[in-house]
Nanobody, 130 residues
Framework: QVQLVESGGGLVQAGGSLRLSCAAS????????MGWFRQAPGKEREIVAA????????YYADSVKGRFTISRDNAKNTLYLQMSSLTPEDTAVYYC???????????????????????WGKGTLVTVSS
């Protein structure tokens, strides 16, 4: 089993920045890729960004390209999402997820909808005020 715990959410003004963290513990050796998803009120969950376990390959949703950066610190078993130039449209609960599937799974429709994730965090709320 793997446990994922997100932190770093909060209230920020439009144009501001936040860094989310996701601490992984347990049998992390089973993880091949990790990602951040978000779900805004009344909307479906969507992929934000993903990264291979080695950190060498990344994926970003078009809506966050150039504004968000996903990274990981293998020594700390921690995943990060650096968010900048935030807009009210970024307001959502952000979830960390991990999968035993390969990184390519995040490029599939099902993967981008969150299917096939083996582990989920409980989420952290990001609110961007205008």
């Amino acid at each position: 089993q793997v446990q994922l715990v997100e932190s770093g959410g909060g209230l920020v003004q439009a144009g501001g920045s936040l860094r989310l963290s996701c601490a992984a513990s347990g049998r992390t050796v089973s993880i091949n890729a990790m990602g951040w998803f978000r779900q805004a009120p009344g909307k479906e969950r969507e992929i934000v960004a993903a990264i291979s376990w080695s950190g060498g390959i990344t994926y970003y949703a078009d809506s966050v390209k150039g504004r968000f950066t996903i990274s990981r610190d293998n020594a700390k078993n921690t995943l990060y999402l650096q968010m900048s130039s935030l807009t009210p449209e970024d307001t959502a609960v952000y979830y960390c997820a991990a999968t035993r599937n390969g990184f390519g799974w995040f490029k599939t429709d099902r993967g981008q909808a969150g299917a096939g994730m083996d582990y989920w965090g409980k989420g952290t709320l990001v609110t961007v005020s205008s």
